[in-house]
C-alpha cells in the first residue's frame, strides 16, 4: 500500500511487515523517513533534529539559517558537490563543465500495477499484486529530471527502485553516475555483509561491521563477477537467521555495479547500490532519457531467515519468467566433466545411453560442438557444426538421443571469439580492443562488442540457424572471461564511458530475442560458473549455473552463500565424478547426490564408467528427487547451519507452504573421534500437527523444533543424512 499525506508531505509505502517512508522537507528537499517493522503510519521524520553543525553547508535558499544542511539529514536520493559530502547517487557533467547535481520535490503519482523499464530486466507482475509511485524530482539549473520509481510487492516485503534521469533542456549533459538505490539511516550501529569469493569458490558471505567512512564491494569486470556479487545485507549487529533487523538489496544487473556503505560524522549511514561510476558517462542530448537498472530491498524485521524466503518468493514468481514453470524440469546429464572438449557423437551417445534408465531426461551437449573448436584457442565466434565430431550435423546427433528417450540442450558462448576463426579473421574490429593495443587474452579468447547491433545480429543469425536445426529444449548460456580494453569501433571518443553499459544492455537483447523466437527453450545462464549470478540474468535465464566447483564439500558454502538471495530452483548443480576435478576430494555419492539436489539437480560424469552400485545411487536419487521436486524448488527454505563455521554438519530444510511436509539434508564434516550426541532442531513445522519422520513414529511439530530430532552418529568423513517429515 502506497500512500501520500497532504499535509505531512510524507509518502509511505506499506509492505505486509515492513513500513518505508519519505518526506518532502524544507526547500523541497526529499528526505528519507524510515525503513524497518511495520508501523501503522504518522509522520515519522520527527527524530530528524536541525543543528548548526560545522563544516556542513547550508543551501543557498536558507539564507543566513545555519542549521539545515544536506550533509546531517538522511536523503532519499543523494545529490552531488551542493552540501551532502556523503556518498552521491547522481552527478552531473553540466554544459559549464561543472559536476554538481541538485535535486528538488516536484510531484509523486501513485499508480497500481508495476513500472517497466526498457531494455532492462525487472520485477513484473499485475495490477492486483503490484503497486507504482513515481516521484519526480528536478535540477532546475541543470534542467535535468529525475524520476524515482518504486515498485511495493507487498505479500513478499519487497520493494524495488529504479531512476530515470531526463535532459529536459537544450543543451547536452553528460550523465556520470546514476545510483539505482539510496538508503539512509539514522544509525550506523550495523553490520555489513558482502557475498564475496572467486572463480570455483563464489559468493562467500562476509560480514564487518561498519565502520567511519565507506566501506565498498564492486564490479569493473563488465559481468557482475565471481569476486563480488551485486546483493548485501545490512543488519542489527545481533541479526540471525531468525532474529534482528536485516536489509537485503539486490541490484538487478549483470555488469560493472558499486555497492558501497558509508558510516558518516554523526554515526548515521547510507547505503548506495547501481551502476559502477568507474569508465561509466552516459551523453544526454535535449530530451534524451537514462533508465538505470531496478534494485530490490527486503527488509525482515526477524533475521535472514525470513529475508531470504521472500527474495526467494519474489524471485520466483515475479522476476523469472520460466518456460517450465508449474512443470518439473527434465533432471539432465551433461558430459563436460567427462570428456570436456574432446569427443565424437559416439562417445555422447555412450555416456547418454543408460542415462534414460537411471531416471535421467535430458542431455546437455557442452562446449567443442562448432568450427574448429579442438581446444579452447579456435572456434569462438564460428557457430556451425563441426561435422569432424557430429557426422550428419546436429540433427543426426538430435535423433540418436531422443531415440534413446532424451530432451536435448546445447551450450554455447555468443558473446566471445577466437583469434583462430572465420569469424575473427572477417572482422578484427568486431572484439572489443584499444587501438594500438594488443588485446588481453582470457581463456585464450576475447569479447565480442556486445554494444554493437550489427555484432549481436550476425552471432544471432548463426545461433538461430544452430537452434531451427534440431529440436533443442535446453541452452546453456556461457561467458568465460572479463572485459579488458573495453573501447568500441562503432562509438566516438565522447562516447567511449558508455560501453560497459551498453554491452550488457546488448546481452539482455541477446536474451530477449532468444527467449522470443524460441520460448520453449530453457535457458541455463553461466560464467565459468557463477560469475554473472544475478538477478538481471535470472529475469533470462531462470538458473545459472553456480560454480565449475562440483566438489559437494565446497558446494555447500557456495550454495549456502547464494542462497542468502537467490532461490535453490535457480541454482545449477550436479553430482560429478570423485575424486573431484577441482579439489580431488573424494565424497561418498550420496553425499553428492543430497548436495545437488540443493539445486536444480543433475549430473556431471561419465555414466558409462559407473559401477552397478553406483548407477544404483543414481536411479534411487532422480526418483527420489522427481519426487520431492515441488517441495525442493517451491517450498519454504531454511538454514539450518552455517557451513563457514566448521560445526559438525551442515543441515537445510525445505518446506511446503502448508506445512504438512519437509524435507531436512545433512552433511557432515570430516569424521573425529569420540563423536559428540547431537540433535537437530527443525525449523518452520506447525506446532500442532504431528510429523512421521521417514515413514516413521509420529512426532509434534512443537517437539521436533525445540527439542529436536537425535542425529545417528554417522561414520566416515562427508556422509549425508535426509529426514522426510509428513503431516498425519
Ligand atoms: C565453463 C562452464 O562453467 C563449464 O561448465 C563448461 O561449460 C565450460 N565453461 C566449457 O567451456
Redesign the pocket.
Known amino acids: 500500500m502506497i500512500l501520500y499525506d497532504a499535509q505531512d508531505k510524507t509518502y509511505t509505502l506499506h509492505t505486509k511487515n515492513t513500513t518505508y517512508q519519505m518526506k518532502v522537507w524544507d526547500y523541497n528537499i526529499l528526505l528519507h523517513a524510515y525503513y524497518g517493522p511495520r508501523l501503522s503510519g504518522g509522520d515519522l521524520s520527527y527524530p530528524l533534529r536541525c543543528a548548526d553543525r560545522g563544516f556542513s553547508p547550508n543551501p543557498s535558499e536558507a539564507g543566513t539559517s545555519r542549521t539545515f544542511s544536506l550533509d546531517t539529514f538522511p536523503q532519499e536520493y543523494s545529490t552531488c558537490g551542493v552540501g551532502d559530502f556523503r556518498l552521491p547517487s547522481i552527478e552531473l557533467e553540466l554544459p559549464s563543465g561543472s559536476r554538481t547535481a541538485d535535486l528538488r520535490y516536484v510531484s509523486g503519482e501513485v499508480r497500481r500495477g508495476k513500472y517497466g523499464l526498457e531494455g532492462l530486466p525487472a520485477f513484473y507482475g499485475g495490477e492486483e499484486e503490484w503497486e507504482t509511485l513515481s516521484i519526480l524530482l528536478r535540477d532546475a539549473a541543470a534542467q535535468v529530471e529525475v524520476e524515482l520509481l518504486y515498485g511495493v510487492r507487498e505479500e513478499y516485503d519487497l520493494i524495488t527502485r529504479a531512476v530515470r534521469v531526463k535532459n529536459a533542456g537544450n543543451e547536452t549533459v553528460r550523465l556520470c553516475r546514476c545510483a539505482s538505490l539510496c538508503l539512509d539511516f539514522v544509525r550506523s550501529d550495523l553490520d555489513l555483509i558482502t557475498f564475496n569469493g572467486a572463480h570455483v569458490m563464489e559468493r562467500c558471505p562476509s560480514r564487518a561491521p561498519l565502520r567511519p567512512g565507506v566501506q565498498s564491494v564492486d564490479s569493473v569486470r563488465g559481468a557482475s563477477s565471481h569476486q563480488h556479487n551485486p546483493f548485501v545485507i545490512l543488519c542489527d549487529r545481533d541479526a540471525n537467521e531468525d532474529s534482528g533487523l536485516c536489509i537485503g538489496a539486490m541490484l538487478l544487473y549483470s555488469g560493472n555495479f558499486l555497492a558501497a556503505a558509508e558510516a558518516d560524522q554523526f554515526e548515521n549511514s547510507r547505503l548506495v547500490m547501481g551502476l559502477n561510476p568507474y569508465h561509466f558517462s552516459w551523453t544526454l542530448e535535449p530530451g534524451a532519457v537514462f533508465t538505470a537498472p531496478e534494485a530490490a530491498m527486503v527488509c525482515s524485521p526477524c533475521g535472514f531467515g525470513q529475508m531470504s524466503r521472500q527474495f526467494h518468493k519474489a524471485i520466483r514468481k515475479d522476476l523469472i519468467r520460466d518456460p517450465w514453470a508449474g512443470r518439473r524440469k527434465p533432471v539432465l546429464i551433461?558430459h563436460?566433466e567427462a570428456t570436456?572438449?574432446y569427443f565424437t557423437a559416439d562417445k555422447l551417445v555412450k555416456i547418454a545411453q543408460d542415462a534414460p534408465e537411471l531416471g535421467l531426461e535430458l542431455f546437455v551437449m557442452?562446449?567443442g560442438w562448432f568450427g574448429a573448436r579442438l581446444d579452447?584457442n579456435a572456434g569462438l565466434g564460428d557457430w556451425f557444426v563441426n561435422e569432424n565430431k557430429l557426422p550428419g550435423g546436429l540433427r543426426a546427433l538430435v535423433d540418436r538421443i531422443k531415440a534413446l528417450g532424451m530432451e536435448f540442450g546445447i551450450?554455447i558462448?555468443p558473446e566471445m571469439v577466437n583469434e583462430d576463426s572465420d569469424l575473427y579473421r572477417a572482422h578484427p574490429d568486431w572484439a572489443l580492443n584499444v587501438p594500438g593495443r594488443g588485446p588481453s587474452r582470457g581463456r585464450n579468447q576475447l569479447v565480442l562488442d556486445f554494444s554493437r547491433q550489427d555484432v549481436r545480429d550476425h552471432i544471432y543469425g548463426q545461433i538461430k540457424a544452430v537452434l531451427s536445426s534440431a529440436d533443442v529444449s535446453y541452452i546453456?548460456w556461457?561467458m568465460?572471461r572479463s572485459l579488458t580494453e573495453v573501447w568500441s569501433a562503432a562509438l566516438p571518443a565522447d562516447r567511449q564511458g558508455e560501453v560497459y553499459h551498453r554491452y550488457v544492455l546488448g546481452v539482455y537483447e541477446f536474451a530477449e530475442r532468444l527467449r522470443r523466437d524460441f520460448p520453449h527453450i530453457l535457458i541455463e545462464g553461466?560464467?565459468?560458473?557463477g560469475g554473472r549470478f544475478d538477478g538481471g540474468m535470472l529475469h533470462y535465464t531462470p538458473q545459472i549455473?553456480c560454480s565449475?566447483n562440483t566438489d559437494a564439500v565446497d558446494r555447500l558454502r557456495i550454495q549456502y552463500g547464494t542462497s542468502f538471495c537467490y532461490p535453490v530452483s535457480t541454482m545449477g548443480a550436479h553430482v560429478s565424478a570423485v575424486p573431484n576435478g577441482v579439489s580431488k576430494r573424494i565424497t561418498p555419492m550420496e553425499t553428492r547426490g543430497v548436495v545437488a539436489m540443493h539445486g536444480t539437480f543433475g549430473y556431471e560424469m561419465d555414466l558409462s564408467k559407473c559401477t552397478p552400485e553406483e548407477k544404483e545411487t543414481v536411479r534411487r536419487q532422480t526418483a527420489f528427487f522427481k519426487e520431492h521436486c515441488d517441495l525442493i524448488h517451491d517450498g519454504d527454505y531454511y538454514r539450518l547451519s552455517d557451513p563457514f563455521r566448521n560445526g559438525p554438519y551442515t543441515a537445510w530444510e525445505h518446506v511446503s507452504h502448508d506445512k504438512r511436509e519437509a524435507l531436512v539434508s545433512l552433511v557432515t564434516g570430516p569424521f573425529r573421534g569420540a563423536p559428540p550426541f547431537l540433535t537437530l532442531r527443525i525449523k518452520g513445522l506447525d506446532p500442532a500437527l504431528r510429523y512421521r519422520v521417514n515413514g516413521e513414529g509420529s512426532w509434534s511439530g512443537e517437539v521436533l523444533m525445540q527439542v529436536g530430532w537425535p542425529l545417528p552418529i554417522l561414520r566416515g568423513d562427508y556422509q549425508a543424512l535426509q529426514l522426510y517429515l509428513e503431516a498425519e
Request: overall charge negative; some cysteine; proline content about 0%.
Open positions: 551433461n563436460w570436456e572438449m557442452d562446449d579452447d551450450w558462448e546453456k556461457d568465460n553461466c560464467s565459468g560458473g549455473w565449475d
